[in-house]
């Protein structure tokens, strides 16, 4: 099934683009809003949910202070990647969180939710 490529933005209140950093691409910082566990090894990342759900990703590129992208292991031959994008606003100093994911057309909804309710846990957690 052909899935469509979504793209969100979230406005932080954030001047500290190391704390932002860290938390979208550190296993420390994940665990605060995205998963519940996060452990790295080197260029695979697993994510923890619950005590039985976990799910591995790849990272695919990185360029520091700007994005991380990655690629769920068990979707081998898509193109299909989510990326955590940050972004300054040299007149506010404040910083835009985008999020590039891919849903199938009927599950577009769910997954905005979805990350609406872990960009807010995000907020709450790092004080944006």
Known sequence: MEKQKI??????NATSKTILW?????PSGLEGW??????SDNKTVT???GKTESRSAEIIA???YSFIRFRWTDLKNSRDYFEFRMSNSELTNDFTLEIIDFAAEN???DMRE???SQVETLRRVCGF
Do not use: M
């Open 7 to 12: 793209h969100l933005q979230y406005p932080l």
């Open 22 to 26: 860290n938390a979208i691409s550190t």
């Open 34 to 39: 995205f998963a519940d566990g996060v452990q």
């Open 47 to 49: 994510f923890f949910w």
């Open 62 to 64: 990185v360029r520091a």
């Open 107 to 109: 599950e577009v909804d």
């Open 114 to 116: 979805l990350w609406d």
